[in-house]
């Protein structure tokens, strides 16, 4: 398994800003996603977070409001642009050991825009 | 990837087994059934996968019907703390792709004493 943090685990922020998100996990994995969890709603997939080049974004997420980096296999950082009260959702981390593993999660960090 | 159809609710009696049903009748040979709960405000927490086969671990049993078109997530003791959304979840599994893992809107479990 695979044991995630989160920094921050929550935040409120003004409209307009932006926020990093920092997710750190305690072995090496070959795979990390980010997910966005809006308020009584299931989880979206944001992104493929890929160590040393750029994210691959689903459909209705672009790089330029939710940039992505990952500079190696333990660690990768969300940012959300910005921000709007839309915004304000919980952002997860999740990650494989291996592409056949199963995925784990970060506790997810809690977004408030005001 | 194939698309999942659950329940939006169900509820069980502390101590009794809980059975939620998930339909993916499109699912293809290369896909496996996965399911994760997720307790509130928690990140979602893996619970167990199959293939074919039945499978059982320390959390629940997986059945997954001959044709697997449908399967049933066995908790066989509920208790409170099972109190949450359960996901059911198809999900591809060749080397190359790894496969995504996304969520459709689960199953809210409620244990009532």
Known sequence: ?114 | DAKTTQPPSMDCAEGRAANLPCNHSTISGNEYVYWYRQIHSQGPQYIIHGLKNNETNEMASLIITEDRKSSTLILPHATLRDTAVYYCIVRPTSYNQGGKLIFGQGTELSVKP
Do not use: H
Not at chain 1, 88 to 109: M, N
């Open chain 1, 1 to 114: 398994s695979a044991v995630i943090s989160q920094k921050p685990s929550r935040d409120i922020c003004q409209r307009g800003t932006s926020l990093t998100i920092q997710c750190q996990v305690d072995s090496q994995v070959t795979m990390m996603f980010w997910y966005r969890q809006q308020p009584g709603q299931s989880l979206t997939l944001i992104a493929t977070a890929n160590q040393g080049s750029e994210a691959t974004y689903e459909s209705g997420f672009v790089i330029d409001k939710f940039p992505i980096s990952r500079p190696n296999l333990t660690f990768s950082t969300l940012t959300v642009s910005n921000m709007s009260p839309e915004d304000s959702s919980i952002y997860l981390c999740s990650v494989r050991i291996s592409p056949q593993s199963e995925q784990y999660f970060g506790p997810g960090t809690r977004l408030t825009v005001t």
